[in-house]
């Protein structure tokens, strides 16, 4: 216990210096935290947008673009050989050899339809039931109709606030589904739609002409969603006057069923009027451009480590010289070189603590609040143990190597020299 206790009062006397050490430690351990915090929780929050979102692949009409300017003035885009999607291309989609990859298939067509009173809408033309299970955050405010989806929602953790709920735990299945399925003459208006149209379920709605009947309202969901109307597909054709046309084809795939590099191929090459994305090729780019950024990060916090390593071991070899007369005395007094190299490196080593765990919180801290905006999204860092764990071994390793050439320093002080400074 002697050795601890010499020690606790070196570091007390010598507050100043001892802090200016600690501060270097916290401040390389803690850039390491941050950023590694920051990058995590970017991950798996793009992971979750993902998951949420439902939808895999897309698939859009090929077109051709052309921006130019007049006289300084930058024109609008003008389109050119715009290709059409049709109710045959998904016949085509269905008889893929890798058809079985995919889940969920809601092709889609949109326009704007009119308000007896000249107001525009957006129109949606899908099956709704397609709709919902890639969509799982959309559900029908219709009391005769919500009882399984308000069921499965009822399950999920944030019932009541259709903006914070957990998506990723709800699995509507096609038959939670079989009440949804509206006629011809029957629409579903967004929230937002509704509450401008002031309509109520069972109302009558007079759009492009047509006479249709209010079948249900989705619950406020805060996405785009709640300012269109939806209704089936044929209905929507007929409305725009666009036949066998669709606009896009959304898709929910399963990846352990088979390659999705594989499915996509075949898609592009019995479709080569079209525009295939796969929002999870994006997410590997954008985890691509992520690790880049860890290992940018990473390379600027070894950096920040390294000078606090160097000011760690120009402070204890400073601190070893002051103590000339104090390591004299130890020597007179019977303590070997061990004991005096041990006391330097318990002082490295006791700092190295308080510098690890310090450094963890500052840098938690700081990805916690500062997260979100370097990240430029919403995003909750979560705080590990084993992140302390290593932020603790790194410090300790920092501090014992920036420790080993004072120790030395003061082993093999000659004790008849440091006793004339007496």
Same mark, same amino acid.
């Given at each position: 216990?002697?050795?601890?206790?010499?020690?606790?009062?070196?570091?007390?006397?010598?507050?100043?210096? =001892?802090?200016? @050490?600690?501060?270097?430690?916290?401040?390389?351990?803690?850039?390491? /935290? #941050? @950023?590694?915090? /920051?990058?995590?929780? =970017?991950?798996? *929050? =793009?992971?979750?947008? &993902?998951? *949420?979102?439902? &939808?895999?692949?897309?698939?859009?009409?090929?077109?051709?673009?052309?921006?130019?300017? +007049?006289?300084?003035?930058?024109?609008? *885009?003008?389109? +050119? %050989?715009?290709?059409?999607? #049709?109710?045959?291309?998904? %016949?085509?989609?269905?008889?893929?050899?890798?058809?079985?990859?995919?889940?969920?298939?809601?092709? $889609?067509?949109?326009?704007?339809?009119?308000?007896?009173?000249?107001?525009?809408?957006?129109?949606?033309?899908?099956d709704l039931q397609e709709e919902f299970l890639l969509k799982p955050w959309l559900r029908i405010r219709d009391k %005769?109709?919500? #009882? $399984?989806?308000? *069921?499965? =929602?009822?399950?999920?953790?944030? &019932?009541?606030?259709?903006?914070?709920? %957990?998506?990723?735990t709800i699995d509507l299945t096609r038959q939670d589904l079989e009440g949804l399925n509206p006629s011809d003459d029957q629409i579903v208006l967004g929230s937002s739609a509704a509450a401008s149209l002031g309509a109520m379920e069972g109302d009558l709605i007079t759009l492009s002409g047509q006479v249709l009947e209010v079948f249900g309202i989705l619950v406020e969901s805060g996405s785009v969603e709640d300012q269109q109307v939806f209704m089936n597909l044929p209905t929507a054709q007929k409305l725009l006057n666009r036949p066998d046309e669709i606009t896009v084809i959304e898709m929910s795939v399963d990846y352990l069923a088979g390659s999705e590099e594989a499915l996509l191929l075949e898609i592009d090459e019995a479709l080569p009027h079209t525009q295939v994305t796969s929002l999870r090729q994006e997410t590997l780019r954008r985890d691509e451009m992520l690790t880049r950024l860890v290992r940018f990060g990473m390379t600027v916090s070894l950096l920040v480590l390294l000078v606090g390593m160097l000011v760690v071991g120009l402070t204890m070899s400073a601190s070893v010289r002051e103590r000339t007369r104090e390591i004299g005395v130890f020597r007179a007094l019977g303590f070997r070189k061990s004991h005096i190299a041990k006391m330097i490196l318990l002082e490295g080593v006791f700092i190295s603590l308080a510098g690890g765990f310090l450094g963890y919180l500052v840098g938690m801290l700081i990805a916690g609040y500062g997260g979100p905006f370097f990240a430029g999204m919403n995003i909750a860092v979560v705080w590990r143990g084993d992140l302390l764990l290593i932020s603790i071994i790194v410090a300790l390793v920092i501090g014992i190597l920036s420790s080993l050439y004072p120790a030395y320093q003061a082993a093999k002080l000659d004790p008849v020299e440091a006793l004339r400074f007496i």
């Open positions: 216990m002697q050795f601890y206790h010499i020690t606790f009062n070196n570091l007390r006397r010598r507050k100043a210096k =001892m802090f200016f @050490v600690l501060l270097g430690l916290m401040i390389g351990i803690a850039t390491i /935290v #941050s @950023v590694y915090g /920051v990058i995590e929780a =970017m991950k798996i *929050e =793009m992971t979750r947008q &993902v998951a *949420e979102f439902g &939808v895999n692949v897309v698939i859009t009409p090929e077109a051709g673009g052309l921006t130019f300017s +007049y006289g300084g003035i930058t024109l609008p *885009e003008i389109m +050119y %050989d715009v290709a059409q999607l #049709s109710t045959t291309d998904i %016949d085509v989609i269905q008889g893929l050899p890798s058809r079985n990859m995919i889940k969920v298939m809601a092709p $889609k067509l949109l326009g704007l339809g009119t308000l007896e009173h000249g107001q525009k809408m957006i129109m949606v033309g899908t %005769d109709q919500r #009882s $399984k989806v308000e *069921e499965k =929602m009822q399950e999920t953790k944030g &019932v009541g606030d259709s903006k914070k709920m %957990d998506f990723e």
